[in-house]
């Protein structure tokens, strides 16, 4: 059991170590301003421009790092600073959002099969701890545990179907601003290391769903 907290513990330090590092990135390559001044707005209009699409809405969303492509409006939901910067990190971060319409345009195999999967995942993830915890405390109920576990397994599956959708959204990203030659050399390099680091945040959350599921599993098998 202390190996599974260990575990446990070195993933959300690693986790913590790559959010740090990607911040990091973003801040770095914000610096960096485009050469062709164009805003993270203009950016993903004209890459949606290119690819003939033009049913879909960029718009600003508060925050930071909000940035999100919503199927559901077809909307390019870009946080304030990407949506109204002119540098190398608003261009990446916008041109990745863009990546996920031509997904949903094209009918991106992955996409479509992690679409599929969000209202099953929508209710797993909202019972799944509450149904572990509850077999946890109440050990007369034999079935609650497993029940969770299972539950629970359905949003780690969910994060590994996460990671090609974002890998392929992101190289869509960066073969078209390399193709049209929107970015210095300079600036294309930037762009390519900030969305690689945002990437693994991906890979970190995914293993870090699964060394918890791994763990819940352990449990479930000492109790037994």
Same mark, same amino acid.
């Given at each position: 059991?202390?190996?599974?907290?260990?575990?446990?513990?070195?993933?959300?330090?690693?986790?913590?170590?790559?959010?740090?590092?990607?911040?990091?990135?973003?801040?770095?390559? %914000?610096? +960096?301003?485009?050469?062709? /001044?164009? !805003?993270? =707005?203009?950016?993903?209009?004209?890459? $949606?421009?290119?690819?003939?699409?033009?049913?879909?809405?960029?718009?600003?969303?508060?925050?930071?790092?909000?940035?999100?492509?919503?199927?559901?409006?077809?909307?390019?939901?870009?946080?304030?600073?990407?949506?109204?910067?002119?540098?190398?990190?608003?261009?990446?971060?916008?041109?990745?959002?863009?990546?996920?319409?031509?997904?949903?345009?094209?009918?991106?195999?992955?996409?479509?099969?992690? %679409?599929? +999967?969000?209202?099953?995942? /929508?209710? !797993?993830? =909202?019972?799944?701890?509450?149904?572990? $915890?509850?077999?946890?405390?109440?050990?007369?109920?034999?079935?609650?545990?497993?029940?969770?576990?299972?539950?629970?397994?359905?949003?780690?599956?969910?994060?590994?179907?996460?990671?090609?959708?974002?890998?392929?959204?992101?190289?869509?990203?960066?073969?078209?601003?390399?193709?049209?030659?929107?970015?210095?050399?300079?600036?294309?390099?930037?762009?390519?290391?900030?969305?690689?680091?945002?990437?693994?945040?991906?890979?970190?959350?995914?293993?870090? !769903?699964?060394?918890?599921?791994?763990?819940?599993?352990?449990?479930?098998?000492?109790?037994?």
């Amino acid at each position: 059991m202390m190996l599974g907290y260990i575990i446990f513990g070195l993933i959300l330090l690693f986790g913590w170590m790559v959010q740090s590092r990607l911040k990091n990135k973003i801040k770095k390559y %914000s610096k +960096l301003r485009l050469q062709n /001044g164009l !805003s993270g =707005k203009e950016i993903a209009e004209k890459m $949606l421009s290119d690819h003939e699409i033009y049913d879909v809405q960029v718009i600003s969303t508060p925050g930071r790092l909000t940035d999100h492509y919503n199927p559901k409006d077809k909307t390019v939901n870009l946080s304030e600073t990407v949506y109204n910067e002119r540098n190398a990190s608003a261009a990446a971060i916008a041109a990745h959002e863009v990546g996920h319409a031509i997904q949903h345009a094209t009918a991106y195999s992955w996409l479509e099969f992690r %679409s599929s +999967l969000v209202p099953m995942v /929508g209710i !797993s993830s =909202k019972l799944s701890m509450w149904i572990i $915890l509850a077999g946890l405390f109440f050990q007369t109920s034999p079935i609650l545990l497993p029940l969770g576990i299972i539950l629970f397994a359905a949003t780690v599956f969910f994060s590994f179907v996460t990671l090609p959708v974002e890998y392929d959204a992101s190289n869509r990203a960066l073969v078209w601003l390399e193709n049209k030659n929107m970015l210095t050399q300079e600036e294309q390099v930037g762009a390519k290391d900030a969305l690689k680091w945002a990437a693994r945040t991906y890979i970190v959350a995914a293993i870090g !769903s699964l060394a918890t599921l791994l763990y819940y599993i352990m449990i479930y098998m000492g109790r037994d």
